[in-house]
């Protein structure tokens, strides 16, 4: 079955270290990967994407993810957490061959700490 | 920013009892779609929807759901008998197109549903 599992239900850094959030997809030829973000109160938004193109992805607010095929993973890196990236992460999958639907994983809750 | 809005932000309703849930996608957004999420559990697809019918649906998706777009800028999810376990946060999003490179969905804030 097709799915994408985030290691760490729950992850907490100090602010100004590096954030590791991980996810591992099943393999399928060409999907589209997908890192979303959840603040409280608010809908997702996404960080970055992708899509086949170059594997070292860069987002928005000083995030990236590296797509490694042969350990397929799409882990999100920030190298300097800040207190507003507290939020709950979201690695989500589009499989080839499923016109729209998105496959989410569990979610990963980043706490950032003094 | 356009962005996508969702009404009400929490409902309460009885179990049996009808409920509507309402999205107002992006405007120039041609697909639209509906997911949810369980207290605790993943984010689940329910439903696709382009050019008036719906373009792929989930096992969830039973004959209790239905979706419409009534008006060209509402996009609604109805659940026509509602169960416990219906109670979870509904998530309406959209984008303009489906296949190439940008497929990214943009999500609404949510409907948190509760059934008692």
């Known amino acids: 079955a097709q799915s994408v599992t985030q290691l760490d239900s729950h992850v907490s850094v100090s602010e100004g270290t590096p954030v590791l959030l991980r996810c591992n997809y099943s393999s399928s030829y060409s999907p589209s990967l997908f890192w979303y973000v959840q603040h409280p109160n608010k809908g997702l938004q996404l960080l970055l994407k992708y899509t086949s193109a170059a594997t070292l992805v860069k987002g928005i607010n000083g995030f990236e993810a590296e797509f490694k095929k042969s350990e397929t993973s799409f882990h999100l890196t920030k190298p300097s957490a800040h207190m507003s990236d507290a939020a709950e992460y979201f690695c989500?999958?589009?499989?080839?061959?499923?016109?729209?639907?998105?496959?989410f994983g569990t979610g990963t809750r980043l706490q950032v700490t003094l | 920013e356009p962005e996508v809005t969702q009404t009400p932000s929490h409902q309460v309703t009885q179990m049996g009892q009808e409920v509507i849930l309402r999205c107002v996608p992006i405007s120039n957004h041609l697909y639209f779609y509906w997911y949810r999420q369980i207290l605790g559990q993943k984010v689940e697809f329910l439903v696709s929807f382009y050019n008036n019918e719906i373009s792929e649906k989930s096992e969830i998706f039973d004959d209790q759901f239905s979706v419409e777009r009534p008006d060209g800028s509402n996009f609604t999810l109805k659940i026509r008998s509602t169960k416990l376990e219906d109670s979870a946060m509904y998530f309406c999003?959209?984008?303009?197109?489906?296949?190439?490179?940008?497929?990214?969905?943009?999500f609404g804030p949510g409907t948190r549903l509760t059934v008692l």
């Open positions: 999003a959209s984008n303009p197109r489906v296949a190439g490179e940008d497929n990214e969905q943009f």
């Open positions: 989500v999958v589009r499989y080839t061959g499923t016109a729209s639907k998105l496959t």
